[in-house]
């Protein structure tokens, strides 16, 4: 049986206290209603209610300057909060304040009800207080979509926590972003936040880079050098591109999840370490279960709070918000201000954007940097559309002309032979140095193509076949084929 109590509740629209009211009342609640903050007030401070339903704007009072009043006099009465400024920064404010959860409108009466019997049934804890923080205002994660909503409530929740959480989605949806912003808003912002990139780092380094290594730990190890566990104690330690961690390297974590330890590589005395960690993938982490290429008490591990980012195709209506962002931060950057027409935005709304967020974001940037007109018609988006070969993901969009792909390995391979000193690395390395270059590069020229495997293919160089044969070995599985 759900538990039942007095609710207070303050809206100044008299519709919703109407409904909330009904709604209240029919699942067993006493209810009392009012369209202010300051009679909210007063019930609180007489010690009335069992829990508070607010809106955030009140004529008399914003709910969020109320809230710590609430919190100081009565730590122990949940607040929810209702508003209709469905943006990151109102769930984070929400979560910042102290409130037990934020619905943002319109919202499902169930959804309410589950919520407050939830709140009502915890027992009472009084959360330690914390100062409401007046950070920059800039906000880091934009589009108030429904799909997003839930994004912002889940991190809102997860910032209060240290919860493993495992960031899925296509590239470009904002992985990256995400973790940086459960780090920044989180009880951990004033530690550090350090990122790796599986993908990025040659496979046998990788473990040496996570945990660090002691001196002579094998050929070529000068010196004791520390890995990013170290360097993220305290703060957040963010896994990018996951599924390419080794399985050496995987059995380490684990350790670290199941244990709060680890050695360094070549050490034998366990360190205690106080990180959290977010693993972000694009990979189906299940396939590679199946292939025997992922531990599954890993994925578990590491699983404990999924956040599955929608692909911006899912979520078209934040496209008008993100252009809107983009543009002005190409002002910022010097750039002259643009709009759009709306046929314009229109188009840019019904594009399938295989990149996501990222070939928007380029996508802006040209426009901003390429047109000299203010307004940017459909015309021009379309020509943009069409002709734009989207840089890769992974792959910076301000790469210096004079950089070449060369001399990215080349300076990875420095690093590589460094590690071995005066020794030289063990035998094979040309057949794995091809494997490793390999998986970025055809993930590139289908990302460039937008997944059309007769013009990757082309790009390439390749035979047909011969590339299809490589999506499968490779594991590539987010570049569906499309027809052009
Ligand atoms: N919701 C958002 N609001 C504003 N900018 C965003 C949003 N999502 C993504 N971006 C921007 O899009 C770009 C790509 O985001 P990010 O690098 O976080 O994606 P990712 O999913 O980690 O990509 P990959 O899997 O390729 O590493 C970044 O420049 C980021 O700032």
Do not use: C
């Amino acid at each position: 049986m759900n538990p039942h109590g007095q609710i207070l509740v303050a809206d100044d629209d008299a519709a919703i206290r109407t409904v909330l009211s009904q709604a209240l009342s029919r699942a067993g609640h006493e209810v009392r209603v009012t369209s202010n903050a300051g009679t909210l007030w007063r019930w609180v401070a007489a010690g009335d209610g069992d829990l508070v339903i607010t809106d955030v704007v009140m004529p008399d009072e914003n709910a969020f300057d109320m809230l710590p009043r609430i919190r100081k006099a009565r730590p122990e009465l949940p607040v929810i909060v209702m508003s209709a400024q469905n943006t990151f920064m109102t769930a984070i404010k929400a979560s910042e304040s102290g409130a037990y959860e934020y619905l943002p409108k319109p919202f499902d009466l169930s959804e309410l009800i589950n919520v407050v019997s939830r709140a009502l049934s915890e027992p009472r804890r009084a959360k330690a207080s914390q100062r409401a923080d007046d950070q920059a205002e800039s906000m880091p994660l934009v589009g108030r979509s429904a799909a997003m909503q839930d994004i912002y409530r889940m991190l809102a929740r997860m910032m209060q926590t240290d919860l493993t959480v495992m960031i899925t989605g296509e590239s470009g949806t904002g992985k990256e972003l995400v973790a940086r912003a459960l780090h920044e808003y989180g009880r951990r912002k004033n530690g550090p936040f350090v990122a790796i990139n599986m993908a990025a780092i040659p496979r046998d380094l990788i473990e040496s880079e996570l945990f660090g290594h002691e001196r002579g730990a094998f050929t070529g190890a000068q010196h004791r050098s520390s890995g990013r566990f170290e360097q993220a104690e305290g703060g957040t330690l963010f896994l990018d591109e996951i599924g390419d961690m080794p399985m050496e390297a995987q059995t380490r974590l684990l350790r670290v999840l199941q244990q709060g330890e680890y050695t360094t590589v070549g050490g034998r005395t366990p360190i205690k370490t106080d990180v959290r960690i977010v693993a972000a993938t694009n990979k189906d982490l299940r396939v590679l279960i199946n292939q025997g290429l992922f531990r599954e008490d890993l994925f578990y591990r590491l699983n404990v709070v999924p956040l599955r980012l929608p692909a911006l195709r899912e979520r078209s209506e934040d496209v008008p918000d993100l252009v809107r962002h983009f543009f002005s931060r190409a002002e910022a950057e010097g750039l002259q201000a643009k709009r759009i027409t709306a046929d314009g935005m229109e188009a840019l709304k019904r594009y399938a954007w295989p990149g996501n967020v990222r070939e928007l974001e380029n996508l802006v940037r040209r426009l901003a940097a390429l047109y000299p007109q203010d307004e940017i018609s459909r015309e021009n988006i379309e020509a943009e559309l069409s002709a734009g070969v989207e840089p890769a993901p992974n792959v910076p969009s301000n790469i210096p002309e004079e950089f070449t792909i060369g001399q990215a390995v080349e300076q990875n391979l420095q690093r590589y032979f460094k590690m071995f000193g005066d020794e030289l690395p063990p035998s094979g390395l040309y057949d794995r140095v091809i494997t490793e270059v390999e998986y970025p590069l055809v993930l590139a020229a289908l990302a460039a193509t937008r997944g059309n495997q007769i013009r990757a293919a082309d790009l390439l160089g390749v035979n047909r076949n011969t590339l299809r044969k490589k999506i499968r070995d490779l594991g590539i599985t987010h570049y569906r084929e499309t027809k052009r």
